[in-house]
């Protein structure tokens, strides 16, 4: 059987796949990131593509490409992007229904992220809220609410003071007891005593404004996020770094916890939230207390997340410029209920 797709470097056998649909174009991308080496230094050879494998290759930075089958649509694609690919068969179009889901006004990164949910290769994971019914006493705030977000999908929730966002991210990690309803998290229920095991998956960064005098450094806080997950010493070090110089918490490691200020203890709670390696992230207010550098530094950070590991993002704000300016889906928490 003649493999689905093959990349050569200067004539030399790099990589071969037998896999189906665009799954040997991730394979792809995997190989590259572990030997090094980059896409542009490939020469690609696929059996069959339209405007998914063009968008995902010209994403990958692949220029070299050979289809034996292109469709149209991939063919001005390609060209669109500044790239001639050579093939043997041009067909007016690819019986595939992604291929029907893509239009060509759509970025590569865009169409990369959208096949990366769609193949399931997003480092998120779904969430199911049914009729959620939560309260404190008498005092109902949750009344009936539903909502379904796939795996790696993003969503801001708007909502009135006092209107129930945090209820509903602390129903969501299972620190609210629910009067009636259910919460499933990546299809398991986080009622089951099994969810436990799988707690680490929810990374939660609350609002600014929450203390906390004990006498712990921030290094010691982001290290909270590896709950032992980090076999040795010099990994963890290395995790712990590496995700407070993405959100601009390195120069803090070694301060008190408590002695920083509300914009400093998000971007130390974020810097954990990332050593966790959370597949559904939780945002409180994300923004409150952080400067106009912190804002933008905490968009970035959102965004290329989004972009790469794709983890499920929630998060409630009021601070309608900045989160607009992020341009993802939004709904109102009015009544209990997501409007
Ligand atoms: N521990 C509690 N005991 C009693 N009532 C509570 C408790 N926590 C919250 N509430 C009440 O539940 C309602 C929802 O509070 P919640 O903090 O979820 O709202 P919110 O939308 O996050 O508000 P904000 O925008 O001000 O942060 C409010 O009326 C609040 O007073």
Redesign the pocket.
């Given at each position: 059987m003649n493999p689905s797709l093959v990349a050569k470097r200067n004539g030399t056998l790099f990589f071969t796949s037998n896999g189906r649909w665009l799954y040997p174009l991730f394979e792809l991308e995997e190989a590259c990131l572990h030997s090094n080496i980059s896409p542009s230094d490939l020469c690609v050879e696929d059996s069959i593509g339209g405007i998914a494998a063009a968008g995902m290759m010209l994403h990958l930075g692949v220029r070299d490409v050979h289809i034996h089958i292109l469709s149209r649509l991939g063919l001005d694609y390609f060209r669109q992007h500044g790239i001639t690919p050579g093939w043997d068969q041009l067909v007016d179009k690819i019986s595939c229904k992604t291929e029907e889901m893509l239009s060509g006004t759509m970025t590569p990164e865009e169409i990369y992220i959208f096949l990366k949910k769609r193949a399931g290769l997003t480092g998120g994971i779904p969430v199911d809220i049914e009729e959620l019914h939560v309260g404190?006493?008498r005092?109902k705030?949750l009344n009936g609410l539903s909502l379904h977000m796939d795996a790696g999908e993003t969503l801001i929730i708007r909502?009135?003071?006092?209107?129930?966002?945090?209820?509903?991210l602390r129903s969501l990690l299972g620190l609210q007891p629910i009067a009636t309803g259910s919460i499933r998290l990546n299809g398991e229920s986080i009622q089951s005593p099994d969810w436990n095991k799988h707690r680490w998956m929810c990374g939660y960064v609350h609002?600014g404004q929450v203390t906390n005098d004990f006498p712990i450094s921030a290094r010691e806080v982001i290290e909270i996020g590896l709950s032992g997950k980090a076999a040795k010493k010099e990994e963890a070090a290395a995790k712990i770094e590496i995700a407070a110089r993405r959100t601009g918490a390195f120069p803090l490691l070694d301060r008190p916890f408590h002695e920083l200020s509300g914009g400093e203890k998000q971007r130390v709670n974020l810097a954990r939230c990332l050593c966790q390696d959370a597949r559904l992230i939780l945002l409180?207010?994300p923004s409150s207390y952080l400067d106009k550098e912190g804002r933008a530094v905490l968009k970035e950070l959102l965004e290329e997340m989004s972009r790469t590991v794709i983890p499920t993002i929630l998060l409630?704000s009021?601070d309608a410029d900045w989160t607009t300016a992020l341009g993802w889906p939004e709904r109102s928490?009015e009544g209990g209920q997501l409007c």
């Amino acid at each position: 059987m003649n493999p689905s797709l093959v990349a050569k470097r200067n004539g030399t056998l790099f990589f071969t796949s037998n896999g189906r649909w665009l799954y040997p174009l991730f394979e792809l991308e995997e190989a590259c990131l572990h030997s090094n080496i980059s896409p542009s230094d490939l020469c690609v050879e696929d059996s069959i593509g339209g405007i998914a494998a063009a968008g995902m290759m010209l994403h990958l930075g692949v220029r070299d490409v050979h289809i034996h089958i292109l469709s149209r649509l991939g063919l001005d694609y390609f060209r669109q992007h500044g790239i001639t690919p050579g093939w043997d068969q041009l067909v007016d179009k690819i019986s595939c229904k992604t291929e029907e889901m893509l239009s060509g006004t759509m970025t590569p990164e865009e169409i990369y992220i959208f096949l990366k949910k769609r193949a399931g290769l997003t480092g998120g994971i779904p969430v199911d809220i049914e009729e959620l019914h939560v309260g404190y006493g008498r005092h109902k705030v949750l009344n009936g609410l539903s909502l379904h977000m796939d795996a790696g999908e993003t969503l801001i929730i708007r909502g009135s003071n006092g209107s129930g966002k945090t209820t509903l991210l602390r129903s969501l990690l299972g620190l609210q007891p629910i009067a009636t309803g259910s919460i499933r998290l990546n299809g398991e229920s986080i009622q089951s005593p099994d969810w436990n095991k799988h707690r680490w998956m929810c990374g939660y960064v609350h609002q600014g404004q929450v203390t906390n005098d004990f006498p712990i450094s921030a290094r010691e806080v982001i290290e909270i996020g590896l709950s032992g997950k980090a076999a040795k010493k010099e990994e963890a070090a290395a995790k712990i770094e590496i995700a407070a110089r993405r959100t601009g918490a390195f120069p803090l490691l070694d301060r008190p916890f408590h002695e920083l200020s509300g914009g400093e203890k998000q971007r130390v709670n974020l810097a954990r939230c990332l050593c966790q390696d959370a597949r559904l992230i939780l945002l409180d207010e994300p923004s409150s207390y952080l400067d106009k550098e912190g804002r933008a530094v905490l968009k970035e950070l959102l965004e290329e997340m989004s972009r790469t590991v794709i983890p499920t993002i929630l998060l409630v704000s009021h601070d309608a410029d900045w989160t607009t300016a992020l341009g993802w889906p939004e709904r109102s928490l009015e009544g209990g209920q997501l409007c």
